[in-house]
């Protein structure tokens, strides 16, 4: 074991570090790196005759090669896409916008306004799928009722149960849900400009919105860098939402379904179809390399470029 | 004088902005609890009003109490969350300050092994940790949950800690060297104690999700004895769907817990945010 590695030369003195090391290891290599890695060569294998045995790439063709597979992955693919574009378009300027009127020292009640808008962030998706489930529904009426009240009625649907609308809905609630997170980050970044900055910016004659563009927001780039990472792995990976609002199905007519449902599908069945964990596999290891390609491009790409300040 | 109003405008422009904001936050969960508590005429009649002495009910939980076994599903919840914290918390703790205080071979290497599971969420190997747990015999267990949790939660808390730990002064565990404790005492007793606040804010960054997930619940542990309560509500209120009375009742039930620990420790939780994690 690499624990134990290192102690080869003072064994009798330096067995603490292994004790030490040895929980963790232990756990996080048996049910996180052993798994992953299964899961990822199980991709490469497939029944034949009763048993699962090497295919190569099968899968992969099967799932890019039949149209069946072909369209459901491309149209996830391209769901979770837009999903992950209106959390950035959406999620981060409301972000950056309500930590920068809470990092205004002078500001009353800030601690009051931080701890309200965390609330939703807290809650399940569980709780968080139904909630507006039940509020959006044109049964009950409250998202109708309250449109009416200012005077905008007509312009209310049952977004959950339009094709075109249900993704985007769904992506708005689970902005609504997150956006403390940006916030949070993005508010922290700002309490760490030092004063001085702000001061000489002041001496300059640069304020309000323009001292915020000139020189705030480049100071926080790096923090929204991170938060645009942490929420595209976020979106890649999601699954909870979708699942409790629209079912496993993810419909209207598969309009909702994202990455995540598809392998729930694929690997357990449903209805008539049955459950493949080999097909679930290979779409697991798509999702893998999408969430890589997306991490190394934050980190060679995008945070080795970005400067840094030290105050 | 004009800077003066310029900067009264300003500030109210600042509340509209943040008050507006709040009522989107807290307007969905005010909703719902305030409609499990009337009768479902009043539900429908009257959505946005809160309940008065005609139109209070409790019928909803009446049915959640006598067809849900949520007293069950939150016992299951408390378990696994408690006990993955700990070992989370106790591991993550060990195995960051044998990185952020010897020097050996291999260190940082392990670090970044470590440190992988922070990006690549555990979810995508779901196809194997399912096999391990049904050829161990696990599933349908809370030791399943437990499991899983312990290994999702270690990445970010050794992180987060190693972080802390290496900002303990090397004079004291010194000076607690020289005096012939050994090092595990200098671990238990002299820098665990001072790193508490670390720990909360791990603990609380551990926690959440931890209570709120639903993937591996539903998939490792879907047996009623084992529900937790995210799963025990989303199958509950599943079949309830025309029961308004009993769905908003589930939900507040589901609700009103978190949001009180969450009122007990948001000082401690958003001291966190705003510390250790931006670094």
Redesign the interface.
Same mark, same amino acid.
């Given at each position: 074991m690499?624990?134990a /590695?290192?102690?080869e030369h003072k064994p009798a003195r330096?067995w603490?570090?292994a004790?030490?090391?040895a929980? /963790?290891?232990l756990? %996080?290599t048996?049910?996180?790196?052993?798994?992953?890695f299964?899961?990822l060569v199980?991709s490469l294998f497939g029944p034949e005759g009763g048993q699962r045995v090497f295919v190569g790439l099968r899968n992969f063709q099967t799932l890019f090669g039949d149209p069946r597979w072909a369209a459901s992955f491309w149209n996830a693919l391209w769901n979770n896409t837009w999903f992950f574009i209106i959390h950035m378009l959406v999620q981060n300027p409301?972000g950056v +916008?309500?930590a920068a009127?809470?990092s205004?020292p002078? +500001?009353r009640?800030r601690g009051f %306004?931080?701890?309200?808008?965390?609330?939703?962030t807290?809650?399940? =998706?569980?709780?968080v799928g139904?909630?507006?489930k +039940?509020?959006l529904s044109p049964l009950?009426?409250?998202a109708p009722?309250m449109l009416d009240a200012i005077g905008l009625k007509h312009l209310f649907a049952p977004w959950l149960g339009q094709e075109g609308a249900a993704l985007t809905t769904l992506a708005l609630v689970s902005v609504?849900q997150f956006v403390?997170i940006p916030m949070?980050?993005i508010?922290?970044?700002l309490?760490?400009i030092p004063d001085e900055v702000i001061e000489a910016a002041e001496i300059d004659g640069v304020t309000g919105a323009k001292q915020f563009f000139k020189i705030q927001l480049p100071l926080i780039l790096p923090?929204i860098g991170i938060i645009s990472?942490l929420t595209f792995?976020g979106n890649f990976?999601a =699954?909870?939402l979708i %699942?409790?609002s629209q079912g496993a199905q993810a419909g209207p007519n598969g309009a909702t379904d994202i990455l995540?449902t598809l392998?729930y599908r694929t690997? =357990?069945g449903f209805q008539l179809q049955q459950g493949d964990?080999n097909m679930?596999?290979a779409i697991?290891t798509m999702? =893998?390399l999408i969430?890589?390609v997306g991490?190394s491009i934050y980190l060679f790409g995008i945070q080795s470029r970005m400067r840094r300040y030290q105050f | 004088m004009t800077a003066a109003r310029s900067s009264l405008a300003r500030s109210v422009a600042a509340h509209a902005i943040l008050i507006a904001y709040t009522l989107i936050a807290l307007f969905p969960v005010f909703v719902i609890v305030v409609n499990a508590f009337k009768a479902r005429r009043d539900i429908f009649n009257t959505p946005l009003a809160l309940p008065t002495p005609e139109s209070f009910s409790l019928v909803g939980f009446e049915t959640v109490t006598s067809q849900g076994n949520f007293l069950l599903y939150f016992q299951n919840s408390l378990i696994v969350t408690v006990v993955a914290l700990a070992c989370v918390l106790l591991f993550g703790a060990m195995a960051a300050f044998a990185l952020s205080e010897y020097r050996f071979r291999g260190n940082t290497l392990m670090g970044l092994y470590l440190a992988l599971g922070i990006m690549i969420p555990i979810r995508l190997g779901t196809v194997a940790i399912l096999q391990i747990m049904v050829a161990s015999g696990l599933v349908n267990t809370l030791t399943a949950l437990i499991l899983v949790y312990t290994a999702q939660g270690l990445p970010l808390a050794i992180f987060i800690l190693s972080e802390f730990m290496r900002s303990v002064s090397d004079d004291l565990k010194n000076a607690g060297r020289v005096d012939g404790l050994s090092e595990y005492r200098i671990f238990f007793t002299l820098v665990l104690p001072l790193v508490r606040p670390a720990l909360a804010t791990v603990a609380v960054f551990t926690m959440i999700p931890i209570w709120n997930d639903l993937w591996f619940p539903l998939i490792l542990a879907p047996a009623e004895s084992t529900k937790t309560v995210t799963l025990g509500a989303q199958m509950f209120i599943g079949q309830f769907v025309t029961n308004w009375n009993a769905v908003l009742a589930a939900l507040t039930l589901a609700i009103v817990p978190v949001l009180v620990l969450y009122l007990i420790f948001s000082r401690q939780l958003i001291r966190g945010i705003t510390s250790g994690a931006v670094k």
């Open positions: 690499a624990a /590695a290192p102690d330096r603490h570090i004790v030490f090391l929980p /963790a290891v756990v %996080y048996a049910i996180m790196i052993i798994p992953l299964s899961t199980q409301v +916008l309500l009127i809470l205004n002078s +500001l009640l %306004y931080r701890t309200a808008i965390f609330v939703p807290i809650l399940s =998706f569980v709780i139904f909630v507006w +039940l509020i009950w009426g409250v009722n609504w403390g949070m980050l508010y922290a970044a309490l760490s923090t990472i792995v990976n =699954f909870d %699942y409790v995540g392998l690997f =357990f964990p679930g596999a697991a999702m =893998f969430i890589l991490v | -």
